[in-house]
């Protein structure tokens, strides 16, 4: 192994590599023989979403070599799949370094290989992206981003002709024509063609469908002064989530403007992620200083949504990903339902890790829930298997990822942002918020407490210790949860058992009704555990729950 990434590291020191990397490698060789392995001892893999790494020089980093011999891996793909059709593809990017380099090369190896570019002319968000695609007649979408996050990360999402990120049998087939590609003296990147540069039309028309899923556009009108403080975290939600909110009706909405800069190192947070309560520390404080009882951010590319609200106290209160999609499952299957759009033939989507409540729900309206694998390329698969036949009403994620309507096929956070604001001026019809419509959900379906344990395991060693965990788990499973006896463990690398695609995630259930899903992140070395438990005694077993597993 030691003379196998040497070798590797040495390749790099070629002419077909600019000087900047040559330096970057020549340093790493000369001063730190444990980052030279870190960098070169595999190389960066190309999974079912795409690429995600730390950036740098190495056959393990993201750069633009990895970024061009994976565009060609795709693109051939692309050639054989749809061979004799003319083939487009739409590309955006999101405020990281090296985005727009990124999305750049990644557009001239397409262009080389013949594929029409469409290339957004700024920073867009993941969601507009997943929109362009259809709007466009594309075969596939690349989004430059590594979402949430650190700045130390960029990343290569793949999106196929339906707008959704791509899925079997397209990503594995992907996988194998990338990992055909060993050098640069198989990519094609010196075409002459330039990119279909796309902007301001596909805002509008990306916008205009945004606007066409209003329920309570009367109580807007009657309440449009509510007021919210927004956060872009840096990144592509800055210009359309207040555009969105400002065409809805609004227009006491407040930007955290030291925030609105577009900047790749993301200076005033330590993550970019608006899970964190550091992240929203800055929305929370402009809420307070305006007297906004709404908070919202957004991550790097705009697919997530942090939500704070004013609490009983006049304090301002952050909520999880899944009481946000509860309070949005449940306003909009009562709007559904009081304007007489239920027929029956309606469905919501949520993954295996997301809260029960929305179950519950689902079930006081009779409508179709469907359970899916964690992450939203599941969710957008049912809404394409159903098209024309059924209607997708809205589905999310506990990690703060929702959507509504069938024009996006991910997560969507000026979706979401504009159904909570919505929302809001629809409660204050009748002098409630967003506060008291949650204690009124968990008074109808009970009190419903879920949390998320992750550990992280950095570089090789990490992702070994990971594996490791996951055997150990299926081959001892824990015998209680907080006390209560294990009564039923789902494996869902057993398919025929589960009816979805085989995944590296267990699942337990105790006696008294908690659960806990024990599943390696499929973006970042950790491993997570989501637990939940319901009941008035839900927070202190959801505490044990996590004492529990963290030993691990």
Known sequence: MATDYLERAKVWLGEEFDEETRKEVTAMLEGDPKQVEDAFYRTLEFGTGGLRGVMGAGTNRMNRYTVCMATQGLANYLKKNFEGEQISVVISFDSRNNSRKFAEVTSQVLMANGIKVFLFDDIRPTPELSFAIRHLGCKSGI????????????GYKVFWEDGGQIIAPHDTAIIDEVNKIESMSQVLCDGIAKATLIGKEVDDAFLGSVLSLLLSPESIARHKDIGIAYTPLHGTGVNLVPEALRRLGFNNVHRVEAQAVSDGNFPTVVSPNPEEPTAMKMVLELADETGADIALGTDPDADRVGLAIRGKDGRMM???????????????LERWNALGKLSGKEYVVKTIVTTELIRAICDKYGVKLYDVLTGFKYIADIVHRNEGKSVFIGGG??????????????KDSIVTCSLICECAAWLADSGRTLYDYLQEIYSEYGYFRERLLSVTKKGKDGIAQI????VDFRSNPPKELAGSPVVKVIDYKCPEKTGLPSSNVLQFFSEDGCKVTVRPSGTEPKIKF?????????????????????RF
């Open 318 to 332: 952050l909520l999880t990903g899944n009481q946000t999609a509860s309070i949005l499952v449940s306003y909009m």
């Open 467 to 470: 594996q490791q965990m996951m």
């Open 143 to 154: 989004m430059i981003t590594a979402s949430h996050n650190p700045k130390e990360y960029n």
């Open 530 to 550: 989501y637990v939940a438990a319901r009941g008035c005694d839900a927070d202190s077993k959801s505490e044990a729950l996590i004492q529990q597993f963290n």
């Open 397 to 410: 994620e506990e990690s703060n990822g929702f959507n509504a309507g069938e024009f996006v096929r991910d």
